[in-house]
């Protein structure tokens, strides 16, 4: 028999986090996420969203041992914003137990429905800002940068409880030696190009960070706005990221478009630091995970390119395939090997039109779920 309980003190949260060290110890792809991050992300007072909007976690146990874990969310501004009445789960792992994952489930689902929603969807790590979706396709290689894991059964354990696709995510990979060199051989005559309409771009400026940042964001806020499950993010949650990737950020893949000194589009492509975190167990960076951390930084062969936008009005010009040349012409004589890009929804023809004409593969595939209420 499965017993589900509510996540309650320091201690049990401190077991939700560690769960999947001990699920996936034997799988060589399972890169174990950062420790004081998913505390922090957990803990209402320590993240911005919690300013808003509210969760709930769950473990399961049978025979006195964890055999699942679950969150459930409530995202007030999602639903404001979107005029949408969604409960969300996520965080989920659970052995190949069918009963077990129908307990995690049905813990989340009537923890959404107490709060009045009329649909579950997930899996959503707190916001689709933050890491999103199921792996359905692609489980040969271990995941990039802010992007999910899980194994295959994971999909049979959902499906099996009732939740059914609602869209699927594309992550595609640029490879060095495979991708179209096209996008940086045009790139000087298409900056050209745009320059005639005062349009050039620019690394971003870390001496004049807050200023960029403001940019971005009011780009980012404008640019998402159609697509699915986009929030603006607030004041608090957008310097809250910005603090985070700071800590990682490389201006040579932080490219920001502007026409008369105004930013109107931008990339954001970041070392994959799953390279390093893979080998620092259960995700602890001291006493030693912190050097290797630091020192990894360097040898790091991968990037994610996590965001590009360009304002509505200002797209079909080829600022997009300029962003992108930017990157992979500074990627290239730092050693990087691949890029992935990610994630794009499945129906987004002009963004995966573009990245396939680079040569990219479309190499892992991510599920969004949904169940009505």
Aim: charged share 25%.
């Amino acid at each position: 028999m499965v017993e589900v309980i509510r996540v309650e003190t320091s201690a049990q949260k401190k077991r939700f986090i560690d769960f999947p060290h001990h699920l996936f110890k034997n799988d060589p792809n399972y890169v174990p996420e950062l420790y004081s991050g998913q505390k922090e992300l957990l803990t209402p007072g320590k993240h911005p969203f919690y300013e808003h909007s509210s969760g709930q976690l769950f473990l399961a146990y049978k025979k006195g041992e964890i055999v699942g874990r679950i969150a459930a969310f409530w995202n007030t501004n999602n639903n404001k914003f979107n005029h949408t009445k969604e409960g969300h789960f996520g965080f989920f792992d659970s052995e190949d137990d069918q009963e077990a994952a129908n307990a995690l489930l049905d813990s989340a689902f009537e923890w959404c429905k107490g709060k009045g929603a009329e649909k579950m969807v997930g899996p959503i790590n707190l916001t689709t800002n933050d890491s999103c979706g199921l792996l359905v396709d692609g489980f040969d290689l271990p995941p990039m940068v802010m992007m999910p894991y899980n194994p295959p059964y994971y999909s049979s354990l959902i499906e099996g409880y009732g939740l059914h696709k609602m869209t699927d995510l594309r992550a595609y990979i640029v490879r060095k030696d495979k991708a179209s060199m096209r996008s940086v051989q045009l790139l000087e005559r298409l900056e050209t190009r745009l320059k005639r309409s005062n349009i050039t771009l620019r690394q971003i400026d870390l001496k004049n960070f807050k200023r960029d940042a403001e940019s971005v964001k009011q780009v980012y806020n404008k640019a998402w706005d159609e697509n699915l499950g986009f929030v603006p993010m607030t004041d608090a949650e957008f310097a809250y990221a910005t603090k985070e990737m700071k800590m990682i950020l490389d201006p040579k893949y932080a490219i920001l478009a502007e026409k008369d000194g105004e930013v109107i589009g931008f990339a954001l492509g970041i070392p994959n630091i799953n390279e390093i975190l893979i080998n620092i167990k259960k995700g602890r960076l001291f006493p030693t995970g912190i050097f290797k951390l630091l020192f990894g930084l360097k040898k790091v062969k991968s990037i994610r390119v996590l965001m590009l936008g360009v304002l509505e009005k200002y797209r079909k010009l080829g600022i997009e395939a300029c962003l992108y040349g930017r990157i992979i012409k500074n990627a290239i004589p730092s050693g990087i090997e691949r890029a992935e890009c990610s994630w794009m929804l499945d129906d987004n023809y002009l963004m995966n039109h573009a990245i396939e004409q680079i040569n990219a593969d479309f190499y892992k595939r991510y599920r969004l779920y949904e169940k009505e209420i």
